[in-house]
């Protein structure tokens, strides 16, 4: 892991929490709400420029980032303070940093599919002896369906290949109009260190900006569905802990995306700024999600939740968090990604 990987990596990183922490502010900005702090990095501060009313700053750990508002963790008879604004203004300040995210991610996934192409779920032709070939998988089949997975992209085949163990797979197509269904058993790729089908996707070569917006969308809703598809098998014990990556192996493979190639490096920080987006608004204290769920219950029930009790179980859930970036950095020196 060199030293240029890792700048490139901190600086990727920067730019999705600079994305993310902008859409807070803007709110922050537009609901008359007064913004003490904007910080990207976490820490000791290495540079702070003061504005008309806000600190601008950069600090040490590169980790994460927050807009600090008057009133947001403790109370303030301001009435330009967080506290004092109506639910449904915080709700809109909250989600709009997991919002820029997926808007980023959506557009430099439109980038990648504009320059690069875009491949389709349907089948260019399938590799010689492969076991595509062998079940009579053809060019031109689109695959619809794996296992009981409906498929739209070829990321959506992507992701469930990695999934997978080794097992038989049901696939459904359609060929000339006619849904097919077969069962296929994937061969383990040496190079790739996964199992596959042995397919190559069709490929819209010059795509048009439409084409391209479309593919921007479809594939950052397939990463939003990857998420929490992922976080349930988490769950239900069909993932392994060892899978969950921590910074040591989002700033590998962010060096070796970048080892290959620009439109590599913009489509893995489109991967990593869905996931952000996503992960933010998971219902935990802390993150943005734990503050969703607080404003949509107090919209529904009209009941004020004692800020005092939400700032204490944020600052549980804010330790919580850090010890979990603690072990799942660990993890990445116990279990380091090879490549």
Not at 34 to 54: A, R, W, Y
Not at 269 to 291: E, H, K, R, T, W
Not at 313 to 321: K, Y
Request: with cysteine.
């Amino acid at each position: 892991m060199s030293f240029l990987n890792i700048v490139i990596a901190i600086l990727a990183f920067g730019v999705l929490i600079l994305i993310h922490e902008l859409g807070h502010f803007i709110l922050a900005k537009l609901n008359d709400v007064k913004v003490e702090e904007f910080s990207i990095g976490m820490g000791p501060k290495l540079l702070g420029i003061q504005g008309k009313e806000t600190q601008y700053s950069i600090r040490v750990l590169p980790i994460g980032g927050y807009v600090k508002m008057l009133g947001d963790e403790t109370k303030s008879e301001d009435p330009r303070a967080f506290n004092n604004k109506s639910s449904g203004r915080r709700l809109s300040i909250v989600v709009a940093g997991p919002i820029m995210n997926l808007v980023l991610a959506a557009v430099l996934f439109c980038i990648v599919g504009t320059v690069q192409g875009i491949p389709l779920p349907t089948v260019a032709k399938p590799t010689a002896n492969s076991p595509a070939q062998k079940i009579g998988i053809k060019a031109g089949d689109t695959i619809v369906k794996i296992n009981n997975y409906s498929v739209h992209t070829w990321e959506d085949i992507s992701f469930n290949m990695a999934l997978n163990k080794g097992e038989s797979i049901n696939v459904a197509l359609k060929r000339d109009g006619v849904l097919k269904k077969l069962t296929l058993k994937p061969e383990y790729n040496k190079k790739e260190k996964l199992y596959i089908m042995g397919i190559y996707p069709k490929i819209i070569e010059k795509p048009t900006i439409m084409q391209g917006a479309k593919y921007g969308a479809s594939e950052t809703v397939t990463m939003i569905k990857t998420v929490y598809l992922s976080l349930k098998m988490m769950v239900t014990g069909k993932a392994s802990a060892k899978d969950v990556s921590g910074p040591v192996s989002i700033i590998k493979v962010t060096g070796a995306a970048a080892n290959a190639g620009f439109i590599k490096l913009i489509n893995f920080i489109a991967f990593i700024s869905a996931q952000l987006g996503v992960m933010n608004l998971l219902p935990i204290p802390a993150l943005d999600g734990g503050y969703v769920l607080l404003f949509l219950f107090q919209m529904i029930t009209g009941k004020k939740v004692d800020d005092d009790k939400v700032g204490f179980i944020n600052t549980i859930g804010f330790a919580l968090l850090m010890l979990l970036m603690v072990v799942v950095t660990i993890k990445d020196l116990v279990y380091p990604i090879n490549f």
